[in-house]
C-alpha cells in the first residue's frame, strides 16, 4: 500500500516541514532526538493535526488541508507501539491483548499475529512476570488486535538492553515480514533500521533530508554526511552456508564470495541482510597475502565521494551487491582510486557485530 505524507506544522519553536513517499512495507523514520520522527508518527496517526498538507495511505485520505479533511485517530485504525510497552498491569497478558475486543483475541492467533510474535504460551501471565522484550512483543500483539491499517512502532527497543533487543528484533523480522500492513518505524539506531526496513526516510531538523530504497540510500556515499559517518554501510545480501562453523563463526556466501563473520543464529539456506559499516572495510589494489582478515571480495570501485573532513566514501560493486569504504583521501589519493578501478575490500570478521546481522524480511 502507498503512502504519501507532505505536512508543515508548527509546535513551539519546532518547525515540521516533512514531505516523503513510499511504496509500502516498512518505512524507517531515521534521524537525531529531536528531529521530528515523532511529530510525523503523531500526525499519522491523528493525534496532532497539521498546519497543511496531506497524508495518505493508499487511496485512503486521512489528513488534507486543501478539501479540509481530519480523520479522527479512532477512525483510523492505527495500531501503536511505544517505546514502554504500556500494559495495564493488573490485566493478564491474554487480558491485556483482549482488552476491549473480547472476540479478537482469536484473529491473531496463526502465522500473523500470536505465534510469529511467540507470546501464545505467556497469556496466562502478569505483565509484572514478563521480560522487557517480552512485554513488549505482547504490546505488539495488543496493537495487532484491532486489526489496524497501519502499525506504528516509536523506538520500541528503546528500552530493552543490548541482550533483549538481539532476542527481540528476530520476532520483529518475522512479523513485518509476514504482515501486508504498513509500517513506520522510528528509530535512531541504524543497526535495527538496516534489519527492518524496506524505505528509509532520514530526517533532520524538522525536514526529510533522504527518502528511498532502503539499500539504495545506504550505499549511497554522498548519504553519509545524512546517515552518520560510524553509522554509514552498505547491505550485502548474503546466504547462510554454514552457521556453525568452526571458531564461533558462520559461513555466509555473498554474490562476489564468502565472508566468515561471527556465529549467526539461522539455520543453513537462510538468506540474511548484513551491514558492512564503511569504516570496517579496507581497501587494497592488489589481493592481500600473508593477512590475518579471512573476508576478502574483489570489487569494483564505482564512485568517490569527497565530504567535509579527512575522509573520502568509496562505493564498490562487489559481485551483485554493494560496498562501502571510508578511506582517507590520503589513501585514496596514493591508491589511484577512480571509478571502474578493481580492488579487494577487506573486511575484518570481528567488526560485524552480530546485531548488524539479521534475517531479509519483506524486503
Ligand atoms: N506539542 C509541542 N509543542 C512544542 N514543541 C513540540 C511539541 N511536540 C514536539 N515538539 C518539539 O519538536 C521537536 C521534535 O520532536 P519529536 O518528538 O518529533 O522528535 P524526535 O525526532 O521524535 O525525537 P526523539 O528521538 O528524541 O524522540 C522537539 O524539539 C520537541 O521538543
Known amino acids: 500500500m502507498s503512502v504519501s505524507?507532505?505536512?508543515?506544522?508548527?509546535?513551539?519553536?519546532?518547525a515540521l516541514d516533512a514531505s516523503f513517499e513510499s511504496a509500502g512495507g516498512v518505512t524507517a523514520l531515521f534521524g537525531p532526538s529531536g528531529c521530528g520522527k515523532t511529530s510525523v508518527i503523531n500526525a499519522i496517526a491523528g493525534l496532532s493535526k497539521p498546519d497543511a498538507g496531506h497524508i495518505r495511505l493508499g487511496d485512503q485520505?486521512?489528513?488534507?488541508?486543501?478539501?479540509?479533511?481530519?480523520?479522527?485517530?479512532?477512525?483510523?485504525?492505527?495500531?501503536?507501539?511505544?517505546?514502554?510497552?504500556?500494559?495495564f498491569p493488573h490485566m493478564s497478558v491474554g487480558q491485556n491483548i483482549g482488552y476491549g475486543r473480547p472476540n479478537q483475541l482469536y484473529s491473531t492467533r496463526g502465522d500473523g499475529g500470536l505465534a510469529v510474535l511467540g507470546i501464545e504460551h505467556l497469556l496466562e501471565r502478569y505483565p509484572r512476570d514478563l521480560s522487557g522484550g517480552e512485554a513488549q512483543r505482547v504490546a505488539i500483539g495488543r496493537a495487532l488486535t484491532s486489526q489496524p491499517k497501519v502499525l506504528l512502532m516509536d523506538e520500541p527497543l528503546a528500552a530493552l538492553d543490548d541482550a533483549r533487543k538481539a532476542e527481540f528484533l528476530p520476532y520483529l523480522q518475522a512479523l513485518v515480514a509476514k504482515t501486508s500492513v504498513p509500517v513506520f518505524y522510528v528509530s535512531h539506531a541504524m543497526s535495527e533500521v538496516a534489519q527492518l526496513a524496506d524505505h528509509l526516510v532520514v530526517m533532520r531538523d524538522g525536514r526529510v533530508a533522504r527518502s528511498g530504497e532502503l539499500a539504495q540510500i545506504l550505499s549511497d556515499p554522498a548519504a553519509i554526511s545524512d546517515i552518520g559517518v560510524r553509522e554509514a554501510g552498505a547491505i550485502l545480501n548474503v546466504t547462510v552456508a554454514q552457521a556453525d562453523a568452526s571458531d564461533?563463526?558462520?559461513?555466509?556466501?555473498?554474490?562476489?564470495?564468502?565472508?566468515?563473520?561471527?556465529?549467526?543464529?539461522?539455520?543453513?539456506?537462510?538468506?540474511?541482510?548484513?551491514?558492512?559499516?564503511?569504516?570496517?572495510?579496507?581497501?587494497?589494489?592488489?589481493?592481500?597475502?600473508?593477512?590475518?582478515?579471512?573476508?576478502i571480495l574483489p570489487c569494483t570501485v564505482t564512485q568517490l565521494h569527497e565530504g567535509q573532513g579527512p575522509g573520502v566514501a568509496v562505493a564498490l560493486r562487489s559481485g551483485e551487491d554493494a560496498l562501502m569504504a571510508r578511506i582517507t583521501r590520503r589513501?585514496?589519493?596514493?591508491?589511484?582510486?577512480?571509478?571502474?578501478?578493481?580492488?579487494?575490500?577487506?573486511?575484518?570478521?570481528?567488526?560485524?557485530?552480530?546485531?548488524?546481522?539479521?534475517?531479509?524480511?519483506?524486503?
Open 331 to 363: 589513501s585514496a589519493r596514493t591508491m589511484g582510486l577512480k571509478a571502474g578501478l578493481s580492488c579487494y575490500a577487506v573486511i575484518k570478521s570481528v567488526s560485524v557485530a552480530p546485531s548488524d546481522m539479521g534475517e531479509r524480511g519483506a524486503g
Open 61 to 87: 485520505v486521512l489528513f488534507d488541508s486543501e478539501t479540509d479533511v481530519f480523520v479522527p485517530p479512532h477512525k483510523r485504525r492505527i495500531g501503536y507501539v511505544f517505546q514502554e510497552p504500556r500494559l
Open 248 to 295: 564461533g563463526l558462520s559461513v555466509l556466501a555473498t554474490s562476489a564470495g564468502r565472508l566468515f563473520l561471527p556465529r549467526v543464529q539461522a539455520e543453513d539456506g537462510r538468506a540474511m541482510r548484513v551491514r558492512i559499516r564503511a569504516s570496517d572495510v579496507i581497501l587494497s589494489k592488489d589481493k592481500p597475502d600473508g593477512l590475518s582478515a579471512l573476508n
Open 5 to 14: 505524507v507532505q505536512i508543515t506544522q508548527r509546535l513551539g519553536d519546532f
